[in-house]
T-cell receptor, first 114, second 113 residues
Framework: EPEVTQTPSHQVTQMGQEVILRCVPISNHLYFYWYRQILGQKVEFLVSFYNNEISEKSEIFDDQFSVERPDGSNFTLKIRSTKLEDSAMYFC????????????FGSGTQLSVL | SQKIEQNSEALNIQEGKTATLTCNYTNYSPAYLQWYRQDPGRGPVFLLLIRENEKEKRKERLKVTFDTTLKQSLFHITASQPADSATYLCALDLGSSASKIIFGSGTRLSIRP
């Protein structure tokens, strides 16, 4: 069964450093998403992406965050200057279309900012 | 502002009984509502989607109802098993012209043998 893959599974970084989290969505999917989940808290929406541009973003997704689909398969989330509070599990998801928006999630990247 | 609330943070029931989880929302009229399962350290897994014109949807031991007047969805697991123990999330698309699927805080379900 096709799946969303995320790399790395764990990322440790120093505060102030840039990180790039990588995702390969399911190949025929058109909508892409990033979510984060701080330990013990809810799954929070960050951004949705369609047709090579951001569709919606949350208040969390400030100027420190950016997303890119650099080629036909990868979808990345960049955090320019990490803060301690960025420590969380980051999930990538994709869906086939807007009308039937079942989200398929990757297994996540655990980001630890020290 | 729009809110999604899952009333029970945790639910503990005996194996074989029916688990019923609640999702309420305010200040919104969604076209559909979704339920997901999340195991510790894993991403959510889609279970069911129910549309505003559907009162009930079933899949094996799962049943979802959707009451747009009460602004509430109920999620039932019949003949519950210990393997059903997980956190269950409801989700709504709060986007206007584009997709913005927001999750409730979840209900942690424990099925004891």
């Amino acid at each position: 069964e096709p799946e969303v893959t995320q790399t790395p599974s764990h990322q440790v970084t120093q505060m102030g450093q840039e990180v790039i989290l990588r995702c390969v969505p399911i190949s025929n999917h058109l909508y892409f998403y990033w979510y984060r989940q701080i330990l013990g808290q809810k799954v929070e929406f960050l951004v949705s992406f369609y047709n090579n541009e951001i569709s919606e973003k949350s208040e969390i997704f400030d100027d420190q965050f950016s997303v890119e689909r650099p080629d036909g398969s990868n979808f990345t989330l960049k955090i320019r200057s990490t803060k301690l509070e960025d420590s969380a599990m980051y999930f990538c998801a994709s869906s086939e279309d807007r009308d039937d928006e079942k989200l398929f999630f990757g297994s996540g990247t655990q980001l630890s900012v020290l | 502002s729009q809110k999604i609330e899952q009333n029970s943070e945790a639910l503990n029931i005996q194996e074989g009984k029916t688990a019923t989880l609640t999702c309420n929302y305010t200040n919104y009229s969604p076209a559909y509502l979704q339920w997901y399962r999340q195991d510790p350290g894993r991403g959510p897994v889609f279970l069911l989607l129910i549309r505003e014109n559907e009162k009930e949807k079933r899949k094996e031991r799962l049943k979802v109802t959707f009451d747009t007047t009460l602004k509430q969805s109920l999620f039932h697991i019949t003949a519950s098993q210990p393997a059903d123990s997980a956190t269950y999330l409801c989700a709504l698309d709060l986007g206007s012209s584009a997709s913005k699927i927001i999750f409730g805080s979840g209900t942690r379900l424990s099925i004891r043998p």
